[in-house]
């Protein structure tokens, strides 16, 4: 009878360090692999369970350590029980049955399973195991501390230097990703203007600028009645001021300055002069995101972009860049959707010089745009040659007809988007 409660209560004793085993094991998955930056988010909001795990795995050494001591304390004790509870029912041969009885449980209960529910669910694991590992790691910080110093003394001499060990801080690529893999957590268009701000390091100025022969400005050269006539009609508040041509920019002319500085009527030559602006240049390489931060610290609007001789190749506006985050601004009604021109039968008619990007933008569409920065250049580009009216020709998966070319470029085209690429429905119809 004696030997009967004997056995009893060491079996009891064997089932709780399997328990205990079961739960160092699949709690050293479930900190290993909770998401930091959740967890990060949680210990912000006052989770005191996620703020403990926080500062726990900020010393993740000492925590693996400690879990370490504790599951292998547990094992080798709940291993010599097993032998003991063998020896005392059947000698030898039940010695060895019992050892291989004895891994299949652990392997299969202490192991296997505790660490796979771990692994689906981990801070339904790792938060409340928090409460029990931060008292514990200060009680038994002697023991994992010795165990630290030598394993820490170990991988120095193999080279590795653990206070070296990198941040967990994401890269622009993994933040993409990141971002990209949420998109059903998100609304789409907030998705959208996340991705496209990722993606301003990508682009730069010259890919969104309005091109030279496009900007609208004041010619000093053409007299004092057409720059009148220009301002009065303008619809933008900012233009150029130039002498013969854009390369001879005197500044940039403030349209709201001049209101506020006296009337159309009043305004002569030398008080336009005294109104403007210093011309501000970029280099046409310049990142977007860059060249953000460029027009808030400098407090401009818009600036001119110079290739590598000092020639003005455009103009850049901060809506310029802006639109590359939320999508266009402008309505139907603007010059930027006037470019292109409905057909009955489901093609589209549009203004070669227009941007790409800002095509791909407006139509959801999806041409390249790791070449010419216009519709024209591309497919000039794809054909080295001025082409005549009529010829068709393939842009990855958008067929293209020539309707139109003069002055060595190609005008207007036709455009056959695949089905895949729907249209705004405030594409004006023809």
């Given at each position: 009878m004696d030997d009967d409660i004997h056995l009893g209560l060491l079996s009891t004793i064997l089932v709780i360090l399997l328990?205990?085993?079961?739960?160092?094991?699949?709690?050293?998955?479930?900190?290993?692999?909770?998401?930091?930056?959740?967890?990060?988010?949680?210990?912000?909001?006052?989770?005191?369970?996620?703020?403990?795990?926080?500062?726990?795995?900020?010393?993740?050494?000492?925590?693996?350590?400690?879990?370490?001591?504790?599951?292998?304390?547990?094992?080798?004790?709940?291993?010599?029980?097993?032998?003991?509870?063998?020896?005392?029912?059947?000698?030898?041969?039940?010695?060895?049955?019992?050892?291989?009885?004895?891994?299949?449980?652990?392997?299969?209960?202490?192991?296997?399973?505790?660490?796979?529910?771990?692994?689906?669910?981990?801070?339904?694991?790792?938060?409340?195991?928090?409460?029990?590992?931060?008292?514990?790691?200060?009680?038994?910080?002697?023991?994992?501390?010795?165990?630290?110093?030598?394993?820490?003394?170990?991988?120095?001499?193999?080279?590795?230097?653990?206070?070296?060990?990198?941040?967990?801080?994401?890269?622009?690529?993994?933040?993409?990703?990141?971002?990209?893999?949420?998109?059903?957590?998100?609304?789409?268009?907030?998705?959208?203007?996340?991705?496209?701000?990722?993606?301003?390091?990508?682009?730069?100025?010259?890919?969104?600028?309005?091109?030279?022969?496009?900007?609208?400005?004041?010619?000093?050269?053409?007299?004092?009645?057409?720059?009148?006539?220009?301002?009065?009609?303008?619809?933008?508040?900012?233009?150029?001021?130039?002498?013969?041509?854009?390369?001879?920019?005197?500044?940039?002319?403030?349209?709201?300055?001049?209101?506020?500085?006296?009337?159309?009527?009043?305004?002569?030559?030398?008080?336009?002069?005294?109104?403007?602006?210093?011309?501000?240049?970029?280099?046409?390489?310049?990142?977007?995101?860059?060249?953000?931060?460029?027009?808030?610290?400098?407090?401009?609007?818009?600036?001119?972009?110079?290739?590598?001789?000092?020639?003005?190749?455009?103009?850049?506006?901060?809506?310029?860049?802006?639109?590359?985050?939320?999508?266009?601004?402008?309505?139907?009604?603007?010059?930027?959707?006037?470019?292109?021109?409905?057909?009955?039968?489901?093609?589209?008619?549009?203004?070669?010089?227009?941007?790409?990007?800002?095509?791909?933008?407006?139509?959801?569409?999806?041409?390249?745009?790791?070449?010419?920065?216009?519709?024209?250049?591309?497919?000039?580009?794809?054909?080295?040659?001025?082409?005549?009216?009529?010829?068709?020709?393939?842009?990855?998966?958008?067929?293209?007809?020539?309707?139109?070319?003069?002055?060595?470029?190609?005008?207007?085209?036709?455009?056959?988007?695949?089905?895949?690429?729907?249209?705004?429905?405030?594409?004006?119809?023809?």
């Amino acid at each position: 009878m004696d030997d009967d409660i004997h056995l009893g209560l060491l079996s009891t004793i064997l089932v709780i360090l399997l328990f205990l085993s079961a739960f160092f094991s699949g709690t050293e998955t479930a900190l290993m692999s909770v998401n930091r930056y959740r967890l990060r988010h949680q210990a912000r909001n006052g989770h005191r369970g996620a703020q403990l795990a926080d500062k726990l795995l900020q010393r993740p050494d000492r925590l693996i350590g400690l879990i370490l001591i504790g599951n292998n304390l547990v094992n080798i004790f709940a291993a010599q029980l097993v032998g003991f509870m063998a020896l005392r029912l059947g000698g030898a041969w039940w010695l060895a049955a019992s050892g291989v009885l004895f891994t299949l449980v652990v392997l299969i209960f202490a192991e296997v399973t505790p660490k796979t529910l771990a692994a689906l669910h981990p801070e339904r694991v790792a938060l409340p195991a928090a409460y029990i590992y931060y008292p514990l790691q200060k009680v038994a910080w002697p023991f994992v501390w010795f165990i630290n110093v030598i394993a820490n003394a170990l991988l120095r001499l193999g080279g590795v230097r653990p206070e070296d060990a990198t941040d967990d801080h994401l890269t622009i690529e993994e933040l993409r990703t990141l971002v990209s893999e949420a998109g059903a957590l998100l609304p789409r268009r907030r998705h959208k203007m996340l991705l496209r701000i990722l993606e301003l390091q990508d682009v730069t100025v010259d890919d969104v600028m309005v091109p030279h022969n496009e900007i609208v400005g004041i010619d000093l050269d053409d007299g004092h009645d057409a720059a009148l006539a220009l301002i009065r009609d303008s619809r933008f508040t900012r233009l150029p001021v130039y002498r013969d041509n854009i390369d001879n920019v005197s500044g940039v002319l403030h349209l709201r300055r001049l209101i506020q500085a006296t009337s159309l009527d009043e305004l002569s030559p030398s008080k336009l002069l005294a109104l403007l602006e210093e011309p501000y240049f970029v280099p046409e390489s310049t990142p977007l995101n860059r060249q953000l931060v460029q027009f808030q610290r400098n407090r401009r609007r818009i600036a001119f972009v110079v290739d590598e001789y000092g020639d003005i190749q455009g103009i850049v506006t901060l809506e310029d860049i802006l639109e590359e985050i939320v999508g266009e601004f402008t309505e139907a009604e603007e010059p930027d959707t006037q470019d292109i021109l409905r057909e009955e039968a489901g093609g589209f008619v549009v203004n070669a010089s227009a941007n790409v990007r800002s095509l791909n933008r407006t139509m959801n569409w999806h041409l390249p745009t790791d070449g010419p920065k216009t519709l024209n250049g591309l497919i000039l580009e794809q054909l080295e040659a001025i082409p005549e009216n009529g010829i068709g020709l393939m842009l990855d998966d958008y067929p293209i007809e020539i309707l139109q070319t003069g002055d060595n470029v190609v005008k207007t085209v036709r455009i056959r988007p695949p089905p895949k690429s729907a249209a705004p429905a405030n594409i004006a119809a023809g």
